[in-house]
């Protein structure tokens, strides 16, 4: 995971720079959301191209309404499309393993209830990976906006990491 920080570092950048000219940025939806799913997409090992289609997909199966207290329709039938854009990735990454989580997820030998050792199925890995791609989605994002907030509120915290980086944890 250390050496993801380069790409860390440079998804972070690349979202403050297009926005750049305007100048504005909505911290929440177009910064700290989009991080999130894009830092989480990179360690996972999932294509660029389908990045936003997941993020998409993530933002519908987390959105509810107010007072909603079941699933809504529109969240379950994102969870369908989530399942079958993974379900594709994950067999090219059986196809043509990787350097990444989801090719450890493929390769773990695991011991079930009997004590064999067994692989996940794909069926399996892809429920792993619809978990991890849209875990700590919200709670993510609102810390990262939180913190940004934290920043303009204390403005002298701010100017002090930005003079030295490396007091960030």
Do not use: C
Not at 137 to 157: I, M
């Amino acid at each position: 995971l250390f050496r993801s920080e380069p790409k860390v570092r440079k998804i972070a950048a690349d979202l403050l720079e297009e926005k750049r000219e305007s100048n504005r940025m909505d911290v929440v939806t177009e910064y700290s959301a989009a991080l999130q799913m894009l830092v989480i997409a990179e360690l996972l090992g999932l294509p660029e191209d389908i990045r936003p289609l997941l993020r998409e997909q993530s933002d519908r199966i987390l959105s509810r309404d107010e007072g909603d207290s079941g699933v809504p329709e529109d969240a379950a039938n994102a969870m369908g499309e989530m399942m079958a854009t993974l379900a594709g990735t994950v067999a090219d990454h059986y196809d043509h393993p990787r350097d990444d989580i989801l090719s450890m997820l493929i390769t773990a030998s695991l011991s079930d209830s009997v004590g064999d050792d067994r692989h996940l199925t794909q069926e399996e890995v892809t429920n792993r990976l619809v978990e991890l791609t849209i875990a700590g989605h919200e709670t993510t994002a609102k810390l990262v906006a939180n913190g940004a907030v934290a920043l303009t509120w204390y403005r002298d915290q701010r100017t002090e990491l930005a003079a030295d980086p490396s007091l960030m944890p």
